[in-house]
């Protein structure tokens, strides 16, 4: 990495802090991602991981009633932890990395889908809270809370092929990708952002409040401890999201070298 690079990922983690998109475990845990993509893939590497980072964290801010009403059921709010950071970026900078060191275009496609998942459900879960009706989960068919993991609706969905509309767009243009390499990415970046979905009501830990009796993903809540209803308490949704994307990497390395 060249001075400037290094200096470029810094300003971009102090400014992630000081603006509170970041506490200062995701500041340390972002750097380390930023140098690795950096070394696989230079600048333009550092631009894509901004299209899925900057856009996320715009609709993070984005304050309603609605949403501010769906975060009541989650652990984190929008400030991310080196555990939500490495969930969406770490495989990310490992294929950059893996690039680095083997010169395979396989690893830069998978990169690219990785943040293309990471932006997918970010998007999903972001915009998709602020929908007018409830979601459906795709376990029960029934309608849940807004921001309920395993839940999806239309703004959702169609939010998250826009995400990974986004990210993919963004990689044809820097790479120079071809086109049934843009439709690859932004196929299986939303592919992405559907197993995460199955993995949140199969799988992902669910708590029940004994207080108020409100299920969420927090393991206290009014001040007590939570009970779990649903899911394995390992599977919080920062593993989740780290699996769904690390299923679809698998998948998109077997794609490519099947052809």
Not at 204 to 210: D, E, F, I, L, R
Request: aromatic residues 12%; positive net charge.
């Amino acid at each position: 990495m060249t001075f400037v690079t290094v200096f470029i990922i810094l300003v971009t983690v102090f400014a992630g802090y000081f603006t509170r998109l970041l506490t200062i475990s995701g500041a340390a845990a972002a750097f380390i991602i930023g140098s690795l993509i950096t070394l696989g893939l230079g600048v333009k590497g550092l631009i894509i991981l901004g299209l899925f980072f900057g856009s996320s964290s715009l609709w993070s801010k984005i304050k309603s009633v609605k949403k501010e009403r769906a975060e009541e059921l989650l652990v984190k709010g929008s400030q991310r932890d080196w555990q939500q950071v490495i969930a969406n970026g770490g495989l990310a900078a490992i294929s950059s990395a893996m690039y680095y060191y083997s010169n395979d275009f396989d690893w830069v496609i998978g990169f690219c889908i990785c943040l293309a998942a990471s932006n997918s459900d970010t998007w999903a879960s972001e915009i998709g809270s602020m929908s007018k009706g409830r979601p459906v989960d795709v376990k029960s068919f029934k309608r849940v809370a807004r921001g309920t993991s395993g839940a999806v609706s239309l703004l959702g969905t169609s939010a998250a092929a826009a995400g990974s509309l986004l990210v993919a767009t963004g990689a044809f243009l820097l790479l120079h990708l071809e086109l049934n390499e843009l439709l690859f990415i932004f196929i299986l970046g939303f592919c992405g952002n559907i197993i995460d979905t199955f993995l949140g009501a199969f799988v992902q830990a669910g708590y029940q409040c004994p207080h108020c009796g409100l299920k969420t993903e927090k393991m206290i809540h009014c001040g007590q401890n939570t009970r779990l209803i649903k899911g394995f308490s390992i599977l919080n949704n920062d593993v989740v999201n780290f699996l769904s994307v690390f299923f679809i990497l698998v998948i998109s390395l077997l794609l490519s070298g099947a052809n």
